[in-house]
T-cell receptor, first 114, second 111 residues
């Protein structure tokens, strides 16, 4: 299996623009997680899905952020409008179950908002 | 107080020495504890997990858990330059299967 796939790997945009990050989980994994990592705050959970249904979005920082999972093999995280403080590395991870010890992380998307 | 606390470092040790990384957590009901390694520009990867008080060894790595004192540590014996990375502590709070991560400790192993 190719592992979790994220695109784009790098994104540079200007303040106010819409940003869409994409994730393809490992086939057969029922759980999908979106994380954000910054030096100041570390690795934070934004939202997670179970069988395409959002379960906990309490980590989503504000209404500018939205996430969807239209099917088992695709999820998006959208920021509209983007702000410089959104600059971070965004990781997608998947798991076959919550009892699995590890989180299977994708390579991340490095976002820079100017 | 952040739920999972780590010294950001960097912790610098010479090659061959023992590196000791520490983590404290605030929720006494926490049940599961994890150490992830993250190389610069890469994603985190799990290297150890521990559920019970005491020590758990895996090769050069030893995880130590003390629930009464609410800390978990990672020892790396015979440290190698390839161990240079950021080490993230993660804790599943009581009743949750979702890990909360610390900010990580940067480890530098110099030849």
């Amino acid at each position: 299996d190719a592992g979790v796939i994220q695109s784009p790997r790098h994104e540079v945009t200007e303040m106010g623009q819409e940003v869409t990050l994409r994730c393809k989980p490992i086939s057969g994994h029922d759980y999908l997680f979106w994380y954000r990592q910054t030096m100041m705050r570390g690795l934070e959970l934004l939202i997670y899905f179970n069988n395409n249904v959002p379960i906990d979005d309490s980590g989503m920082p504000e209404d500018r952020f939205s996430a969807k999972m239209p099917n088992a093999s695709f999820s998006t995280l959208k920021i509209q409008p983007s702000e410089p403080r959104d600059s971070a590395v965004y990781f997608c991870a998947s798991n076959p179950s919550l009892r699995e010890e590890t989180q299977y992380f994708g390579p991340g998307t490095r976002l820079l908002v100017l | 107080q952040k739920e999972v606390e780590q010294n950001s470092g960097p912790l610098s040790v010479p090659e061959g020495a023992i590196a000791s990384l520490n983590c404290t957590y605030s929720d006494r009901g926490s049940q599961s504890f994890f150490w992830y390694r993250q190389y610069s520009g890469k994603s985190p990867e799990l290297i150890m997990f521990i559920y019970s008080n005491g020590d758990k060894e895996d090769g050069r790595f030893t995880a130590q858990l003390n629930k009464a004192s609410q800390y978990v540590s990672l020892l790396i014996r015979d440290s190698q330059p390839s161990d240079s990375a950021t080490y993230l502590c993660a804790v599943n709070r009581g009743g949750s299967y979702i890990p909360t991560f610390g900010r990580g400790t940067s480890l530098i192993v110099h030849p």
